[in-house]
């Protein structure tokens, strides 16, 4: 015994391997003094061990995954540094945007946008398609076919028609470790040089000009649709891509930690298991529509900043089974019925066995609720059909009792993601668990294993076990071996295709019970303006609005609480889906709801996301009816709807800006003309000018609306001719402060938020007499540089950034043509006097141009700059 008890001792010392184990095996090998590594189970296995390994093993059932495995995978992040996914089998992604610039294009300054988008720390088999928004506007096949062909600009190869064609650039890198640099950014970019090669991580190049046209939101949203990672395949000794999850666990659990993984050895995996689970997981299951499909597969991603241990729960959900890490080796099973190899019986027990019937109440459940990631629709997470069991309900009294298992994490098979249900509804439904203290001879038992347990006097005749613990204690009266097991049989494991829903091509359909818990949509926000009777002012009204398919919902109530609170307000109940919130302060809330059905059961609270109100921050809408008339031939009158917003007409105004330009002029291109008036006119008079006239409302509290726009012609009764004009454009060869003309355009210097240009010569007519002076210029508004990052650096900035793209239409500044005239009787000079069009009196005239913009961060450029007089025929 001496012998034996030195022996087991130097097995534990041995039990780890070449690294160290993830932290949760760790912890359950240290809480059974060493011997036992526990049975990690998965969220769909459903079982529970007892004592020592009960928490352990229920922090990995219960826990989520600390990867997000949702939607939000396929959404951009603005993230400079941020951790790796590793991706197996097909799926769409998102990818967090490390780093964006802004070059001169077209000799525009910071006109067209580069962004590097990582989508997988390793090199992935390829992408398949790229949407930008909701247009897929690259494909695989189409590359493939431009590639071949060999002609055109290879970052147009791959693009298939749609708006965006030919109006971007995109190359999609897989990863290879010999791969370059992308010549194009580093050729436009002085931040990205020859060395961003991104060997070993698959990425995507993406550059576009601006084009309110095409992108009015700014950059858009990239997705692309990606094959994974290859994996080898032990059993032919082949790398290639695959859905295996088995290979993938094995490629896993043997990349570098460098690389994102634990870096264990061949050594530490139990080759055996892995390549059993590998040939079940291939296994063709027929479907409903006489095709087949493996029995598992893993499509998903796994996060580098997650432990080994979140990552094997994450993959052991492909096959609803378990991994255990025991005697020194990372094993897996659960997938599949193994006829029990070993046979406990009486004479084996050391001391009484512990027998417990039945689960607790609240661990049942009769009804499974899942979702899957469509791939038939760019693999948007999706319900899947509610399994549920009349024979279990009865069995729990009559009541449903639910298990939402979220999402199946890299689940993408409609069918297979049903029987990944049906199998966690049977695992959950074993019922008996016993404690049998063994001696040695029970010692080659190891964890995930099917027993038979033979005890004449329960009535046992090799009734059927799973092993979820084992535990070696060493006492007086010698070693014992002891087994924490749980009923089992192969039944568990069945499968018919009768049982499967087929996908309904209009979605899935959910047909509600009377008797089940209810099930509601998380609330929609909007808002308004009121005024109070009370003389209280503008105030904001909030309206919740939440939908049910439960046509046996009779109630609702509502919550609200400010995001930065922990206790919600909670509304009194209405007989509608609706509620009104009066005198909502502006901030970010998150709402909640939940509906009552004609028995009295609750649904549970369905929350928003974070959602603001706005309230008087919220920019009003444009103004409409806008039209334009001439008057007097020196008179524009402009005329409009009352604008709706409170917030408008009370303390707003709305301002005026002209463009030579018949169609298409801008805020931008724009100079301000006229006086703005109160937000509650409808009616202004303004300087004629051929041109567009531009309207916009500003609110009480200085924000903007869109403009809205009309087109007028000059015309007059009474005849005039020009008899003189002065035009500065393209030279601008008069004098210049704190401006300057480069290339036909004169600019704002760096730095300077005002500036005056001098017409470069006098309009003399000889003598004296009325004379009507119209100007003629022509302006752009514009970014003078990239606010995405520090002058004279490449380090990212973060925002506010929010000028990129689409500040540029909020930019403010003007261009004020002036004039003073000559006294004769005096010599002398006038006053300057702004003008857009007006009639003076007066022999010699001199002009100058004031620009000027809001910030220093803004250029105002002048491309047309003219005046002309006229005088009466």
Same mark, same amino acid.
């Given at each position: 015994?001496?012998?034996?008890?030195?022996?087991?001792?130097?097995?534990?010392?041995?039990?780890?391997?070449?690294?160290?184990?993830?932290?949760?095996?760790?912890?359950?090998?240290?809480?059974?003094?060493?011997?036992?590594?526990?049975?990690?189970?998965?969220?769909?296995?459903?079982?529970?061990?007892?004592?020592?390994?009960?928490?352990?093993?229920?922090?990995?059932?219960?826990?989520?995954?600390?990867?997000?495995?949702?939607? *939000?995978?396929?959404?951009?992040?603005?993230?400079?540094?941020?951790?790796?996914?590793?991706?197996?089998?097909?799926?769409?992604?998102?990818?967090?945007?490390?780093?964006?610039?802004?070059?001169?294009?077209?000799?525009?300054?910071?006109?067209?946008?580069?962004?590097?988008?990582?989508?997988?720390?390793?090199?992935?088999?390829?992408?398949v398609e790229v949407w930008l928004g909701e247009t897929k506007v690259w494909t695989e096949a189409q590359y493939a076919a431009d590639a071949a062909a060999g002609t055109g600009n290879p970052y147009y190869w791959g693009q298939i028609d749609s708006d965006y064609k030919g109006r971007f650039y995109l190359k999609v890198y897989n990863g290879s470790d010999d791969q370059v640099a992308d010549a194009e950014y580093v050729a436009a970019a002085s931040e990205w040089t020859a060395d961003h090669r991104g060997r070993g991580v698959a990425w995507?190049?993406?550059?576009?000009?601006?084009?309110?046209?095409?992108?009015?939101?700014?950059?858009?949203?990239?997705?692309?649709?990606?094959?994974?990672?290859?994996?080898?395949?032990?059993?032919?000794?082949?790398?290639?891509?695959?859905?295996?999850? @088995?290979?993938?666990?094995?490629?896993?659990?043997?990349?570098?930690?460098?690389? /994102?993984?634990?870096?264990?050895?061949?050594?530490?995996?139990?080759?055996?298991?892995?390549?059993?689970?590998?040939?079940?997981?291939?296994?063709?299951?027929?479907?409903?529509?006489?095709?087949?499909?493996?029995?598992?597969?893993?499509?998903?991603?796994?996060?580098?900043?997650?432990?080994?241990?979140?990552?094997?729960?994450? !993959?052991?959900?492909?096959?609803?089974?378990?991994?255990?890490?025991?005697?020194?080796?990372?094993?897996?099973?659960?997938?599949?019925?193994?006829?029990?190899?070993?046979?406990?019986?009486?004479?084996?027990?050391?001391?009484?066995?512990?027998?417990?019937?039945?689960?607790?109440?609240?661990?049942?459940?009769?009804?499974?609720?899942?979702?899957?990631?469509?791939?038939?629709?760019?693999?948007?997470?999706?319900?899947?059909?509610?399994?549920?069991?009349?024979?279990?309900?009865?069995?729990?009294?009559?009541?449903?009792?639910?298990?939402?298992?979220? *999402?199946?994490? /890299?689940?993408?098979?409609?069918?297979?993601?049903?029987?990944?249900?049906?199998?966690? !509804?049977?695992?959950?439904?074993?019922?008996?668990?016993?404690?049998?203290?063994?001696?040695?001879?029970?010692?080659?038992?190891?964890?995930?294993?099917?027993?038979?347990?033979?005890?004449?006097?329960?009535?046992?005749?090799?009734?059927?076990?799973?092993?979820?613990?084992?535990?070696?204690?060493?006492?007086?009266?010698?070693? =014992?071996?002891?087994?924490?097991?749980?009923?089992? #049989?192969?039944?568990?494991?069945?499968?018919?295709?009768?049982?499967?829903?087929?996908?309904?091509?209009? #979605?899935?359909?959910?047909?509600?019970?009377?008797?089940?818990?209810?099930?509601?949509?998380?609330?929609?926000?909007? *808002?308004?303006?009121?005024?109070?009777? #009370?003389?209280?002012?503008?105030?904001?009204?909030?309206?919740?609005?939440?939908?049910?398919?439960?046509?046996?919902?009779?109630?609702?109530?509502? =919550?609200?609480?400010?995001?930065?609170?922990?206790?919600?307000?909670?509304?009194?109940?209405?007989?509608?889906?609706?509620?009104?919130?009066?005198?909502?302060?502006?901030?970010?809330?998150?709402?909640?709801?939940?509906?009552?059905?004609?028995?009295?059961?609750?649904?549970?609270?369905?929350? =928003?996301?974070?959602?603001?109100?706005?309230?008087?921050?919220?920019?009003?809408?444009?103004?409409?009816?806008?039209?334009?008339?001439?008057?007097?031939?020196?008179?524009?009158?402009?005329?409009?709807?009352?604008?709706?917003?409170?917030?408008?007409?009370?303390?707003? %105004?709305?301002?005026?800006?002209?463009?030579? *330009?018949?169609?298409?002029?801008?805020?931008?291109?724009?100079?301000?003309?006229?006086?703005?008036?109160?937000?509650?006119?409808?009616? @202004?008079?303004?300087?004629?000018?051929?041109?567009?006239?531009?309207? %916009?409302?500003?609110?009480?509290?200085?924000?903007?609306?869109?403009?809205?726009?009309?087109?007028?012609?000059?015309?007059?009764?009474?005849?005039?001719?020009?008899?003189?004009?002065?035009?500065? @454009?393209?030279?601008?060869?008069?004098?210049?402060?704190?401006?300057?003309?480069?290339?036909?355009?004169?600019?704002?210097?760096?730095?300077?938020?005002?500036?005056?240009?001098?017409?470069?010569?006098?309009?003399?007519?000889?003598? =004296?007499?009325?004379?009507?002076?119209?100007?003629?210029?022509?302006?752009?508004?514009?970014?003078?540089?990239?606010?995405?990052?520090?002058? #004279?650096?490449?380090?990212?900035?973060?925002?506010?950034?929010?000028?990129?793209?689409?500040?540029?239409?909020?930019?403010?500044?003007?261009?004020?043509?002036?004039?003073?005239?000559?006294?004769?009787?005096?010599?002398?000079?006038?006053?300057?006097?702004?003008?857009?069009?007006?009639?003076?009196?007066?022999?010699?005239?001199?002009?100058?141009?004031?620009?000027?913009?809001?910030?220093?961060?803004?250029?105002?450029?002048?491309?047309?700059?003219?005046?002309?007089?006229?005088?009466?025929?």
């Amino acid at each position: 015994m001496r012998r034996l008890i030195l022996c087991t001792t130097a097995l534990i010392a041995l039990a780890g391997p070449a690294c160290a184990m993830p932290p949760v095996v760790a912890a359950l090998g240290a809480a059974a003094g060493g011997w036992m590594a526990g049975l990690t189970a998965t969220a769909i296995l459903g079982q529970a061990a007892l004592a020592f390994a009960l928490t352990g093993i229920q922090m990995a059932m219960q826990k989520k995954p600390k990867v997000s495995t949702r939607d *939000e995978i396929t959404l951009n992040k603005i993230q400079p540094v941020t951790t790796g996914l590793i991706l197996y089998g097909e799926r769409t992604l998102g990818g967090a945007i490390i780093a964006r610039s802004t070059t001169t294009y077209g000799g525009k300054p910071h006109f067209r946008y580069h962004s590097a988008m990582p989508l997988a720390c390793h090199e992935i088999d390829g992408a398949v398609e790229v949407w930008l928004g909701e247009t897929k506007v690259w494909t695989e096949a189409q590359y493939a076919a431009d590639a071949a062909a060999g002609t055109g600009n290879p970052y147009y190869w791959g693009q298939i028609d749609s708006d965006y064609k030919g109006r971007f650039y995109l190359k999609v890198y897989n990863g290879s470790d010999d791969q370059v640099a992308d010549a194009e950014y580093v050729a436009a970019a002085s931040e990205w040089t020859a060395d961003h090669r991104g060997r070993g991580v698959a990425w995507v190049y993406f550059a576009a000009n601006y084009d309110r046209d095409i992108f009015p939101s700014g950059a858009p949203q990239i997705r692309v649709r990606a094959r994974g990672k290859r994996v080898f395949d032990p059993r032919d000794g082949q790398t290639r891509y695959s859905t295996n999850p @088995a290979l993938c666990l094995r490629d896993y659990m043997l990349t570098p930690q460098l690389r /994102g993984g634990p870096g264990w050895t061949e050594d530490d995996i139990d080759l055996d298991a892995l390549i059993a689970l590998a040939n079940v997981a291939e296994e063709q299951v027929t479907l409903a529509d006489n095709s087949t499909e493996d029995r598992y597969a893993f499509n998903g991603v796994l996060d580098t900043e997650a432990t080994a241990a979140e990552n094997l729960d994450v !993959l052991s959900s492909a096959w609803g089974g378990w991994w255990s890490y025991d005697r020194g080796k990372l094993a897996v099973g659960g997938a599949a019925w193994e006829e029990p190899a070993f046979t406990v019986t009486e004479d084996m027990l050391v001391a009484g066995i512990r027998v417990t019937a039945r689960r607790p109440f609240e661990e049942q459940f009769n009804t499974v609720k899942a979702q899957y990631a469509d791939p038939a629709h760019e693999h948007v997470v999706t319900d899947l059909p509610v399994l549920d069991s009349e024979t279990y309900r009865a069995a729990d009294n009559g009541e449903t009792l639910v298990m939402d298992m979220g *999402e199946l994490p /890299g689940e993408t098979g409609f069918a297979r993601g049903q029987r990944l249900m049906k199998l966690a !509804l049977l695992k959950a439904r074993r019922q008996k668990q016993v404690v049998l203290p063994c001696s040695l001879a029970a010692w080659g038992v190891r964890l995930g294993d099917n027993i038979r347990v033979t005890i004449p006097r329960r009535g046992w005749t090799d009734k059927q076990f799973e092993v979820l613990a084992r535990t070696v204690a060493i006492g007086p009266d010698g070693v =014992s071996v002891t087994l924490t097991c749980i009923e089992t #049989g192969p039944a568990i494991f069945d499968w018919r295709t009768s049982e499967e829903t087929p996908k309904p091509a209009g #979605g899935i359909p959910t047909l509600p019970s009377p008797t089940a818990k209810p099930v509601v949509s998380a609330p929609t926000m909007s *808002e308004e303006l009121y005024e109070t009777r #009370g003389g209280g002012g503008v105030k904001t009204r909030v309206r919740l609005a939440a939908m049910t398919d439960n046509p046996f919902i009779d109630a609702w109530q509502f =919550s609200w609480r400010p995001i930065t609170d922990a206790e919600a307000t909670v509304r009194g109940i209405t007989d509608v889906a609706e509620d009104l919130i009066d005198d909502m302060a502006p901030g970010t809330y998150v709402f909640g709801a939940r509906g009552r059905n004609v028995r009295g059961m609750w649904s549970d609270w369905a929350y =928003s996301g974070a959602s603001a109100v706005l309230g008087e921050n919220a920019p009003p809408v444009a103004i409409t009816g806008l039209s334009g008339q001439s008057a007097g031939g020196a008179v524009a009158m402009l005329r409009w709807d009352r604008h709706p917003s409170l917030d408008v007409q009370q303390g707003g %105004r709305i301002e005026f800006r002209h463009s030579a *330009e018949l169609v298409g002029a801008t805020w931008q291109s724009s100079v301000v003309i006229g006086k703005a008036v109160s937000g509650g006119v409808t009616e @202004a008079t303004l300087p004629l000018k051929t041109g567009s006239y531009l309207a %916009r409302p500003y609110d009480a509290k200085d924000n903007p609306g869109p403009v809205t726009s009309v087109s007028l012609r000059a015309a007059s009764l009474v005849p005039m001719t020009e008899v003189a004009s002065r035009i500065e @454009a393209p030279g601008f060869t008069g004098t210049k402060a704190d401006c300057s003309a480069t290339g036909g355009v004169l600019s704002t210097d760096e730095g300077a938020t005002s500036a005056v240009y001098y017409f470069s010569s006098l309009i003399n007519l000889g003598t =004296s007499g009325p004379v009507r002076l119209v100007s003629d210029v022509e302006v752009l508004i514009e970014e003078r540089e990239d606010l995405m990052f520090g002058p #004279g650096t490449a380090a990212f900035w973060t925002p506010p950034d929010a000028l990129f793209w689409q500040g540029g239409a909020d930019a403010y500044g003007d261009l004020d043509t002036q004039v003073r005239l000559y006294d004769d009787g005096t010599a002398t000079w006038g006053p300057w006097q702004s003008f857009d069009a007006a009639e003076f009196d007066g022999r010699l005239f001199q002009f100058r141009a004031a620009l000027s913009v809001e910030s220093a961060a803004y250029a105002l450029r002048v491309t047309r700059l003219s005046v002309a007089a006229f005088r009466a025929t």
